[in-house]
């Protein structure tokens, strides 16, 4: 609880303090100065509206919010800070605690701080670095997205952009810097862009790897493409202890799932790529820990040299260059084996390997018209066998189809006369296989 002191000025005026303890019973007092009693007792009940929403995991009135944001002196503030009952006043603007919460998430993958920076400064960009999270409105938060619209970024962008301002201002609701999330009912929209999506097929890749500098980037784009490796956390993190030759397995050590409680993944040797592996390991001169130990630099710009790679080979640079040589391998695998299976390989679920990976190829069309030959041909053939002739013209796919369905025609039901006023039908009983009496 807050109580109210007061002492007489040398001018003959009454000057406030207000006096609260933290929730660990420390005590601290606000100097108030000449201010009115109305004043000091409004002061008084806005902290301990802050003291029992710490105390009791609430949240704060908004108009508790309202007196911090537009009235509470840059004192009363840091004061209130330093007993825990308010973030300061610097790490309430969107932008500070934005930078906050990123620097507090000590186990998001490189990749992921990456997104939600890029997300930060869409928001700030719109907001601007110093709004007070309290005074971002659902409506605000609406004219946000239909700014990333207008401004023509993908629907995937707008989707990410959407969740990851969902995700800080729910943080920030969690610690009672916001009354609600104002992006919480914003619709985020699927992820999915096709257009990004492109099939790097083996001959394609076959040329890229062959313009390659050196063999620890060969085994770089074998690893990518052929391993379903995520390039470049999974790629460096790769052991030579976690490649077992004996029993050709591979064990991945994966950063992004390993949160989800997943940290490791075991998947065959494949022959695509023991070729690649076998070249780095006869050539590596002090047999290091990690497989690849030339490009393990923070400043190794791994996408910059693989485009030039790329060019180099005379091949125009695909879309999201990494993430689809993975999506090609397990688009490949998933045409092979039960997904299930693929997606425990590729260290995905099935939802995000549907919804992120597989794709349709060329080879699926060809592969589909061949099926659909071959069927008709068996079907032409199986109707020459049953009416006992061999040299029977091959009959054309619109007879083939019509001969499907000729077993499942059946007489259509004569229409009954109408009987005589006062007659009902009669359901005769079934007949069985007897013959009938001659009674």
């Known amino acids: 609880m807050a109580s109210i002191q007061r002492n007489k000025g040398k001018r003959g005026s009454w000057l406030y303090r207000c006096q609260f303890y933290d929730l660990e019973s420390n005590r601290f007092t606000i100097h108030l100065g000449a201010v009115t009693q109305s004043v000091a007792n409004q002061t008084k009940g806005h902290i301990e509206n802050l003291r029992s929403a710490r105390q009791y995991r609430t949240m704060v009135p908004a108009e508790t919010e ?6 509470a002196s840059d004192q009363i503030v840091k004061t209130l800070a330093r007993a825990g009952l308010r973030e300061s006043r610097q790490q309430s603007t969107l932008a500070a605690f934005i930078d906050s919460y990123i620097d507090s998430r000590e186990d998001a993958a490189e990749n992921t701080v990456r997104n939600w920076s890029n997300s930060r400064q869409k928001l700030t960009d719109f907001f601007g670095d110093d709004r007070p999270l309290h005074k971002i409105s659902p409506g605000d938060a609406d004219d946000w997205r239909q700014w990333l619209v207008n401004k ?8 990410k952009a959407v969740k990851h301002a969902k995700q800080f201002l729910k943080a920030a609701a ?5 009354r609600a999330n104002p992006f919480h009912e914003l619709v985020a929209g699927g992820e ?3 257009d990004r999506l492109h099939y790097v097929d083996r001959k394609t890749i076959a040329a890229v790897i062959e313009h390659a500098p050196d063999r620890e980037w060969r085994l770089i784009i074998a690893l990518s493409r052929y391993g379903a490796l995520r ?7 790769l052991k030579w202890d976690d490649i077992d030759w004996d029993r050709e397995r591979i064990t991945v050590t994966s950063a992004k799932t390993k949160r989800h409680g997943k940290a490791t993944r075991t998947i065959p040797l494949w022959p695509s790529l023991r070729p690649f592996l076998d070249d780095v390991w006869d050539n590596a001169k002090d047999r290091s820990v990690y497989v690849i130990s030339r490009y393990r630099q923070k400043n190794a710009n791994l996408r910059t040299q693989f485009m030039r790679i790329i060019k180099r080979a005379g091949i125009e640079p ?3 260059i990494f993430h689809n040589l993975r999506a090609s391998r397990e688009t490949e695998l998933a045409s092979r084996y039960p997904l299930h299976v693929v997606a425990k390989w590729c260290g995905n679920s099935m939802v995000v390997a549907n919804r992120h990976y597989l794709q349709v190829t060329q080879e699926d069309f060809a592969r589909a018209l061949r099926d659909e030959e071959v069927e008709l041909a068996n079907l032409s053939s199986a109707k020459s066998d049953a009416i006992g002739t061999k040299d029977v013209p091959r009959a054309t ?14 007489e259509a039901p004569q229409t009954l006369a109408p009987l005589p006023s006062g007659s009902v039908y009669k359901i005769a009983p079934p007949r069985g296989v007897e013959p009938l009496s001659s009674d």
């Open 192 to 194: 999915e862009n096709e």
């Open 152 to 159: 023509e970024y993908s629907s995937s962008t707008v989707s």
């Open 66 to 71: 309202a007196w911090l944001s537009e009235v």
């Open 397 to 410: 796919p619109q007879q083939v189809a019509a001969s499907c369905s000729d077993a499942q025609q059946v």
């Open 174 to 178: 969690r610690k009672g810097l916001v």
């Open 231 to 237: 390039l470049p956390s999974e790629v460096l993190a």
């Open 318 to 320: 695909w879309p999201r």
